[in-house]
C-alpha cells in the first residue's frame, strides 16, 4: 500500500508536470503558476481556456488578420514612397541615362523593399513578445524572420499554444515578397527595357 500510495503520488506529480510543462524559456516562475498568467490576452479568455491553456481558435484568426493588415499597411507605403520616387527621377530623364545610375535606382529599391520585410517581421516579434509566446524580442526576430521567408529551421518554435500563429505568418510572408518581386519587375522593365524615343521620331 505504501508503495502503491508512493506510486500514485508520483503519477499526480508526473501529471501536474506535464500539464506545466513549457520550454525553460517559459518556466512558471512560482508553483501552479503558468505563462498564460502573464499574458495580456489572457483577460480576453473564459476561465475554461485559461485552465486548459488553449486559447481560442477565432482570436487567434483575429490576432492573426490585424498582424497581415499591418504588414500590408507597411508594404503599401513602402511601394507608394519607391513609385513617387521613381515618377520623379523620370521627370528628369538625364538621371536615369547611364546604366550605373540605373543600376543604383534598382538597388534602392530593394533595399528599400528588404526594410519594409525587417519591419514587418518586426511587428511580428513584437506580438509574440506580447503575448508571451516567445521570451525575448531577440528570440522573437530570428522566430519571425525564418518563418517570414518560408525558411523553417525549427530550432526556435512557438509554444503549442500560438503555433498556429507562424502558418498565418509564413503565408503572409509569401504575399509579402511575391508583391516585392512583382514590384521590382515592373520597375526593371520600366527603367531598364523601355526605349526612349529617337529625336527623329514624333
Given at each position: 500500500?505504501?508503495g502503491?500510495g508512493?506510486?500514485?503520488a508520483r503519477?499526480?506529480?508526473d501529471r501536474?508536470?506535464?500539464?506545466?510543462?513549457?520550454p525553460?524559456?517559459?518556466?512558471?516562475?512560482?508553483?501552479g503558476?503558468?505563462?498564460?498568467?502573464?499574458?495580456?490576452?489572457?483577460r480576453?479568455?473564459?476561465?475554461?481556456?485559461?485552465?486548459?491553456?488553449?486559447?481560442r481558435?477565432?482570436l487567434?484568426?483575429?490576432?492573426a488578420?490585424?498582424?497581415v493588415?499591418?504588414t500590408?499597411?507597411?508594404?503599401?507605403?513602402?511601394?507608394?514612397?519607391a513609385l513617387?520616387?521613381?515618377?520623379?527621377?523620370?521627370?528628369?530623364?538625364?538621371?536615369?541615362?547611364?546604366?550605373?545610375?540605373?543600376a543604383?535606382?534598382?538597388?534602392?529599391?530593394?533595399?528599400?523593399m528588404?526594410?519594409?520585410?525587417?519591419?514587418?517581421s518586426?511587428?511580428?516579434?513584437g506580438?509574440?513578445?506580447?503575448v508571451?509566446?516567445?521570451?525575448?524580442?531577440?528570440?522573437a526576430?530570428?522566430?519571425?524572420?525564418?518563418?517570414?521567408?518560408?525558411?523553417g529551421?525549427g530550432?526556435?518554435t512557438?509554444?503549442?499554444q500560438?503555433?498556429?500563429?507562424?502558418?498565418f505568418?509564413?503565408?503572409n510572408?509569401?504575399v509579402?515578397?511575391?508583391?516585392?518581386?512583382?514590384l521590382?519587375?515592373?520597375?526593371v522593365?520600366r527603367?531598364f527595357?523601355?526605349?526612349?524615343?529617337d529625336?527623329?521620331?514624333?
Amino acid at each position: 500500500m505504501k508503495g502503491a500510495g508512493h506510486a500514485g503520488a508520483r503519477s499526480s506529480s508526473d501529471r501536474e508536470w506535464q500539464v506545466n510543462a513549457t520550454p525553460e524559456a517559459w518556466a512558471p516562475t512560482k508553483r501552479g503558476e503558468t505563462p498564460q498568467n502573464h499574458c495580456i490576452v489572457a483577460r480576453f479568455m473564459s476561465p475554461a481556456d485559461r485552465g486548459g491553456y488553449s486559447p481560442r481558435v477565432l482570436l487567434h484568426f483575429g490576432y492573426a488578420t490585424a498582424l497581415v493588415f499591418g504588414t500590408v499597411f507597411i508594404h503599401a507605403g513602402c511601394t507608394v514612397l519607391a513609385l513617387g520616387w521613381l515618377r520623379s527621377l523620370r521627370a528628369h530623364q538625364w538621371a536615369l541615362r547611364s546604366q550605373p545610375a540605373r543600376a543604383s535606382v534598382l538597388g534602392a529599391l530593394v533595399l528599400l523593399m528588404s526594410l519594409a520585410a525587417l519591419l514587418e517581421s518586426a511587428l511580428w516579434a513584437g506580438f509574440y513578445v506580447m503575448v508571451g509566446a516567445l521570451p525575448t524580442f531577440e528570440h522573437a526576430l530570428y522566430f519571425s524572420l525564418v518563418t517570414f521567408t518560408t525558411l523553417g529551421y525549427g530550432d526556435v518554435t512557438l509554444h503549442e499554444q500560438w503555433r498556429i500563429l507562424g502558418a498565418f505568418q509564413g503565408a503572409n510572408g509569401i504575399v509579402m515578397f511575391g508583391w516585392t518581386t512583382a514590384l521590382i519587375v515592373a520597375v526593371v522593365q520600366r527603367v531598364f527595357l523601355h526605349r526612349e524615343p529617337d529625336a527623329g521620331e514624333s
